[in-house]
T-cell receptor
Framework: GAVVSQHPSWVICKSGTSVKIECRSL??????MFWYRQFPKQSLMLMAT?????????EQGVEKDKFLINHASLTLSTLTVTSAHPEDSSFYIC?????????????FGPGTRLTVT | DAKTTQPPSMDCAEGRAANLPCNHS???????VYWYRQIHSQGPQYIIH???NNETNEMASLIITEDRKSSTLILPHATLRDTAVYYC????????????FGTGTSLTVIP
């Protein structure tokens, strides 16, 4: 099956610093990648949709200047949390939609646990 | 995309079939039913999807009612590793549209 990786799997950073999370599709080309955030005991919340080579589309209430998304290639998307604060601590998950896979499937990464101290 | 309603939690004895219901009474004609599951602290895992016919794969079976207003995911022989949160999502396929996750059903498989 299709594999999506995320790096790092967990990260601890100090308040005010920026953190970059990578999402890679390892064995397929992803025309679209999605970024989700999940707080403890809650469901996944979609943050933004990114298409290769174009600007990301953010969900209502998500600050685009704080959560910078870059989708520079068909296999890589990055999410940068700028000026992180403790309330940004969460589980960040990406997913990728393959260009030539079964209709409508998305493949999810294993997630990145961010802790801001 | 149409919304779905799932029971918040269910228990199932190990080795028995787990039947997870989902209501999607406002589903549109071109929307598929997708099932994903999320084991604690991992990314969601695709299970199965269908439009109107029943579907089966190596993981599960999906039964969709004739009016398509509800469906049931069946894990035929539940194991402890099937303990997870199961999400039912309806969405138009092959459009690149986003998945919007509901609250899902937390399934606990009991030894």
């Amino acid at each position: 099956g299709a594999v999506v990786s995320q790096h790092p799997s967990w990260v601890i950073c100090k308040s005010g610093t920026s953190v970059k999370i990578e999402c890679r599709s390892l064995d397929f080309q992803a025309t679209t990648m999605f970024w989700y955030r999940q707080f403890p005991k809650q469901s996944l919340m979609l943050m933004a949709t990114s298409n290769e080579g174009s600007k990301a589309t953010y969900e209502q209430g998500v600050e685009k200047d704080k959560f910078l998304i870059n989708h520079a290639s068909l296999t890589l998307s990055t999410l940068t949390v700028t000026s992180a604060h403790p309330e940004d601590s969460s589980f960040y998950i990406c997913s990728a939609r393959a260009r030539d896979r079964k209709r409508g499937e998305q493949y999810f990464g294993p997630g990145t646990r961010l802790t801001v101290t | 995309d149409a919304k779905t309603t799932q029971p918040p939690s269910m228990d199932c004895a190990e080795g028995r079939a787990a039947n997870l219901p989902c209501n999607h009474s406002t589903i549109s004609g071109n929307e598929y039913v997708y099932w994903y599951r999320q084991i604690h602290s991992q990314g969601p895992q695709y299970i199965i999807h269908g439009l109107k016919n029943n579907e089966t794969n190596e993981m599960a079976s999906l039964i969709i009612t004739e009016d398509r207003k509800s469906s049931t995911l069946i894990l035929p022989h539940a194991t402890l590793r099937d303990t997870a949160v199961y999400y039912c999502i309806v969405r138009v396929a092959n459009t690149g549209n986003q998945f919007y996750f509901g609250t899902g059903t937390s399934l606990t498989v009991i030894p």
